[in-house]
């Protein structure tokens, strides 16, 4: 079986402060690991993935994630937020004998002026 | 090129009463997803379709939830009878093929309220 927890349902950061959303995984084989983005009333849109090749993986919008296997943990960052970033952040994971995708419960990023 | 649409974007129903959903995926795409995304948590798969024929189906409620996929193309996702229980957004994904490697673009979804 596979499965995401997304540490923090709600982050709120200054903007132009860091943003760091926090994700771990378990799967029972090498998973492939993403991170989407969904605005209000939106669908979900790809920020980045992690496919086995690079372990630091740069997205769109300047959204970067690090895959560290010893640590099970796939967290997204970005060195300044910007009040476009708000929106609610899921972490996902593709793994296991059937490589269905499954998602975390989301983390709400609000941005302060 | 053009996205996942789905349509109606919002439906409002009472308990007990059936509702239907479509779903057309992005050209050329094989595989066909359908999501539930109840608020405060993120997307669970109910149904994958590969072409017109079903993956899986292992978390689809069956006695109330249907889904097809004719032609392999367009599909419907039919609830009837719904409950309170079935308020959530219904997204619609595809992807080119089946497996992990394949990137799945998500529809703007259909958000169902059930009172």
């Known amino acids: 079986a596979q499965s995401v927890t997304q540490l923090g349902s709600h982050v709120s950061v200054s903007e132009g402060a860091l943003v760091l959303l926090r994700c771990n995984y378990s799967?029972?084989?090498?998973?492939?690991l993403f991170w989407y983005v969904q605005y209000p009333n939106q669908g979900l849109q790809l920020l980045l993935k992690?496919?086995?090749?690079?372990?630091l993986v740069k997205g769109i919008n300047g959204f970067e994630a690090e895959f560290k296997k010893s640590e099970t943990s796939f967290h997204l960052t970005k060195p300044s937020a910007h009040m476009s970033d708000a929106a609610e952040y899921f972490c996902?994971?593709?793994?296991?004998?059937?490589?269905?995708?499954?998602f975390g419960k989301g983390t709400l990023l609000t941005v302060n002026p | 090129e053009a996205g996942v649409a789905q349509s109606p974007r919002y439906k409002i129903i009472e308990k007990r009463q059936s509702v239907a959903f479509w779903c057309n995926p992005i050209?050329?795409?094989?595989?066909l997803y359908w999501y539930q995304q109840i608020l405060g948590q993120g997307p669970k798969l109910l149904i994958q379709?590969?072409?017109?024929?079903?993956?899986?189906d292992s978390q689809l409620p069956k006695d109330r939830f249907s889904a097809e996929r004719l032609k392999g193309v367009d599909s419907t996702l039919k609830i009837q009878p719904a409950k309170l229980e079935d308020s959530a957004v219904y997204l619609c994904?595809?992807?080119?093929?089946?497996?992990?490697?394949?990137?799945?673009?998500f529809g703007p979804g259909t958000r169902l309220t059930v009172t």
């Open positions: 050209s050329g795409h094989a595989t």
């Open positions: 799967s029972s084989v090498p998973p492939y």
């Open positions: 379709f590969q072409n017109n024929g079903v993956v899986d």
């Open positions: 992690y496919t086995s090749a690079a372990t």
């Open positions: 996902a994971v593709n793994g296991g004998s059937n490589y269905k995708l499954t």
């Open positions: 994904a595809s992807s080119l093929d089946k497996g992990q490697y394949y990137e799945q673009y």
